[in-house]
């Protein structure tokens, strides 16, 4: 298995507050990944890194920060969260994504968070 | 717009049977395409992938791509019990970074 790993797993908060989810990875790619996964809309990209301190937007971002000051690590922030928030947030790892060889995805367990 | 689509379900198939999940998706210049299993309260693991027109083959899994009309395939031979799960598939889109996925057909194989 892919050496990811979410904290925390389950978090349960107040709408307006701040929260960070943590993805820690111990196999060095280069691609990291939040992606969040709701009934009815399957997985959807919040947020990709393609390197240190190099993010870029995905489909959702709305609401959302990231930050990767370490190959290993990619954070998850929600500013003041909001119920709307509620949702699996799941990582994912790969080593390359660009041209017709891409890279699969790994995926950590998830983070389920309520947002009450 | 990109879009992959993919039948909800809830698909049902005996046990033996062979199973078939089909995806759709936007752009004609997609590169490359994935199918993920998964399983209640897990994470996605991939079960294929496959770049070139035509057929794949993976022990009881064959996941089928044509290009020209944007549409991939996975069949699931002699499908078991164990086989009950939400299948998703996913496409990269030419010049993307990332993965946009289908909603996920969800299969339940009867014993």
């Known amino acids: 298995d892919a050496g990811i790993t979410q904290s925390p797993r389950h978090k349960v908060t107040e709408t307006g507050t701040p929260v960070t989810l943590r993805c820690h990875q111990t196999?060095?790619?280069?691609?990291m990944y939040w992606y969040r996964q709701d009934p009815g809309h399957g997985l959807r990209l919040i947020h990709y890194?393609?390197?240190?301190?190099?993010?870029d937007k995905g489909e959702v971002s709305d609401g959302y920060s990231v930050s990767r000051s370490k190959t290993e690590d990619f954070l998850l922030t929600l500013e003041s969260a909001t119920s709307s928030q509620t949702s699996v947030y799941f990582c994912?790892?790969?080593?390359?994504?660009?041209?017709?060889?891409?890279?699969?995805?790994?995926f950590g367990e998830g983070s389920r968070l309520t947002v009450l | 717009q990109k879009e992959v689509e993919q039948n909800s379900g809830p698909l049902s198939v005996p046990e033996g049977a062979i199973a078939s999940l089909n995806c759709t998706y936007s752009?004609?210049?997609?590169?490359?395409f994935f199918w993920y299993r998964q399983y209640s309260g897990k994470s996605p693991e991939l079960i294929m992938f496959?770049?070139?027109?035509g057929d794949k083959e993976d022990g009881r899994f064959t996941a089928q791509l044509n290009k020209a009309s944007q549409y991939v395939s996975l069949l699931i031979r002699d499908s078991q019990p164990s086989d009950s799960a939400t299948y998703l598939c996913?496409?990269?889109?030419?010049?993307?970074?990332?993965?946009?996925f289908g909603t996920g057909t969800r299969l339940t194989v009867i014993p």
């Open positions: 994912a790892i790969s080593e390359w994504m660009t041209g017709a060889n891409t890279g699969e995805l790994f």
């Open positions: 496959i770049y070139s027109n």
């Open positions: 196999e060095n790619h280069r691609y």
């Open positions: 752009d004609r210049g997609s590169q490359s």
């Open positions: 996913a496409v990269n889109f030419d010049g993307a970074n990332n993965l946009f």
């Open positions: 890194s393609y390197g240190v301190k190099d993010t």
